[in-house]
């Protein structure tokens, strides 16, 4: 596996080019039923990305500070199994700005990459526990953003596929 710089990094440009690839005018559309939009994916993904929760209080780690990457990636990288967002980050069902969007995920990926290369990613964070994972350290906290990008990635190519772009 990649370390989490080039992870994110890559990352943060196939999501730009996932989002970028939809045109305005489907953005807000509704691909097929049960579906959101690919507007919706992109703010949904923008609520789960918390940066906020790597500055906030830590713990020293009293295991290795990757020991739940391999369990995370396992579940959020299979894309058979449907899940249902936590209430907290559900999108809006009002319309989303594509160029704004794109906007806050440079913002919000940037501010990222710049917690990996700056934090001391083994502290454990304190201020928000993964529903069924428990406490992440800074960099499990780091990896889930990214597999969660990256299931909403390949959400986004399949809706593109299915509006026609």
């Not at 994110?8 to 559309?29: M, P, R």
Request: proline share 4%; glycine share 4%.
């Amino acid at each position: 596996m990649n370390d989490v710089l080039t992870e994110l990094q890559d990352t943060k440009a196939e999501l730009e080019l996932a989002i970028s690839s939809i045109s305005d005018d489907q953005f807000n559309t509704i691909p097929f039923k049960d579906s959101w939009t690919p507007g919706q994916v992109s703010d949904h993904i923008l609520k789960a990305v918390g940066v906020g929760v790597l500055y906030g209080n830590t713990k020293p780690t009293a295991r290795n500070r990757d020991e739940k990457v391999a369990e995370t990636a396992k579940l959020f990288l299979n894309m058979d199994i449907k899940m249902k967002s936590p209430d907290f980050i559900l999108p809006s069902n009002a319309p989303q700005n594509k160029q704004e969007i794109l906007s806050k995920i440079d913002d919000t990926f940037s501010r990222l990459i710049e917690a990996a290369k700056t934090l001391d990613l083994s502290l454990t964070c304190l201020a928000f526990e993964v529903p069924g994972f428990g406490e992440f350290t800074r960099s499990e906290f780091i990896w889930f953003y990214i597999f969660h990008a990256q299931r909403h990635i390949y959400q986004l190519k399949n809706i593109a596929k299915a509006l026609g772009d």
